[in-house]
């Protein structure tokens, strides 16, 4: 508070650090902030109002008047999004109200700005190296070794392209490769290659009997925004169903997947990821996307942006016997199908067999025995309260959020990842995007 009075922006937490990203809870949900390792500048203005990032425009041309597109009628996808929008739209407008409410109740909301900085988007690479292309290129010319693992204990110059590089000291360790110097946190551990070395993690896992307590996946899900900036490669939901989750997950892992607000990729995790995953479906929670002064970045009532984004949340069974929750109780629809070809039902992938569960020792710390706190009082909804940050689909630290409904010793992954974080796991063909000592956060 006295740091406020004087017009100081709260300091971000860092995970690891001792200190949560989460800065407070009731009922309605969660209000978090991202971690300071990000240090990206935050959306301040409600996107479309002027003066917003993307209002904002250098040419002072004015614009041509474009003729009136007829309107078409919707499909069946989006008459069945509009349902779901229909239904969640009170919910999530209460528990909006409820945590903005708590937000500001403790002093973090309104964030104040920070001079001309807020214009700047922080920490993304400022080379011109792209990691996709050199996964690419990895993956094509098969250049992984027999050493596939490279444990580091001090700042290096390492070939760090489809290799499991390891972290496993009590302080951060600067690699050079590819013409960039990386900081790589202590006590975590990462994969940078391309979906088809996936098996480098699972050997790596298998190898050391490690089994991943939580496991949170934000799959880059094709959509005509990303086609049309090509801002990164999607992938296709056959891929997806062949990550081996089974072989990652330890009994009773909690599995989180990021979704964009197509009704379809949801019903697709419920219904088809899922059940080959041989995970049950427990929950599906809102991610409330606020400006620093609180309001929604998007009107409510947006037709095709909305002001949140959807996490569907399952937990991984260790029986034949899957107990999912029906998704109807959630969408309160007709499961319609769409215009697309129909997708092949996958097999149901057998889980681990059900035995003593004994700690795993990894680079994400030793455990000497489970003691849960709250694994089964999961929400079926809930909300996080945080306000965004302005670089492309970065999305809040979830490590802290659901750490009261997993085990005090407890290993982490996030797959898709491009960041890193201390005491997690990561995989991604842009596992190191943000990661550049040449960003200003981390220099």
């Not at 009922?27 to 902030?33: C, I, K, Q, T």
């Not at 296709?236 to 599995?255: D, K, R, Y």
């Amino acid at each position: 508070a006295r740091l406020r009075m004087h017009g100081h922006r709260p300091e971000m937490e860092c995970p690891g650090s001792g200190r949560s990203t989460v800065v407070t809870a009731n009922e309605h949900g969660v209000v978090l902030r991202y971690p300071g390792t990000f240090g990206s500048s935050l959306v301040e203005s409600p996107y479309g109002k002027l003066g917003s990032s993307e209002s904002t425009c250098t040419n002072t041309k004015p614009r041509r008047r474009r003729k009136a597109k007829k309107r078409r009628q919707l499909n069946q996808g989006e008459v069945l999004q509009l349902k779901y929008f229909e239904k969640m739209r009170s919910q999530i407008l209460i528990q909006y109200e409820s945590l903005l409410q708590a937000a500001k109740s403790v002093g973090y909301i309104p964030i104040p700005p920070v001079g001309l900085q807020t214009d700047e988007v922080a920490c993304e690479s400022t080379s011109a190296l792209n990691l996709q292309e050199v996964c690419d290129y990895n993956a094509s010319a098969s250049n992984t070794t027999s050493e596939s693992v490279v444990s580091l204990t001090s700042d290096c110059v390492q070939d760090v392209c489809g290799k499991m590089v390891c972290n496993s000291t009590g302080r951060d360790i600067t690699v050079k490769d590819l013409n960039s110097s990386f900081l790589i946190p202590s006590h975590c551990s990462f994969l940078l290659s391309d979906i088809q070395n996936l098996d480098i993690l699972t050997d790596y896992a298998a190898s050391r009997s490690i089994k991943f307590n939580l496991i949170v996946i934000d799959p880059p899900w094709e959509n005509r925004s990303v086609i049309r900036g090509k801002k990164y490669h999607w992938i296709s939901n056959e891929q997806l169903l062949g990550i081996q989750i089974p072989e990652l997950a330890a009994p009773g892992a909690l599995v989180v997947v990021w979704v964009t607000n197509k009704r379809r990729l949801a019903e697709f995790v419920q219904q088809s990821l899922f059940p080959a995953w041989s995970v049950a479906m427990i929950g599906e929670w809102h991610w409330i996307k606020v400006t620093t002064s609180g309001e929604l970045v998007y009107d409510i009532d947006s037709v095709h942006k909305k002001p949140f984004e959807t996490l569907v949340i399952g937990r991984f069974l260790s029986s034949n016997r899957l107990e999912p929750v029906d998704p109807a109780a959630l969408n309160d629809t007709v499961h319609q199908p769409d215009s697309r070809p129909p997708h092949k039902k996958p097999k149901l992938v057998q889980p681990v067999s059900p035995g003593p569960v004994t700690p795993p020792t990894s680079s994400a710390g030793a455990g000497t025995g489970l003691q849960v706190q709250d694994q089964s009082n999961i929400p079926l909804h809930n909300s996080l309260l945080c306000v965004p940050s302005k670089v492309h689909s970065q999305k809040p630290h979830l490590g802290d959020v659901f750490s009261r409904y997993l085990p005090v010793e407890r290993n982490c992954l996030e797959l898709f990842a491009r960041n890193l974080f201390p005491g997690w796991t990561s995989w991604g063909n842009e596992v190191l995007k943000f990661q550049e000592i040449s960003c200003d956060s981390l220099s």
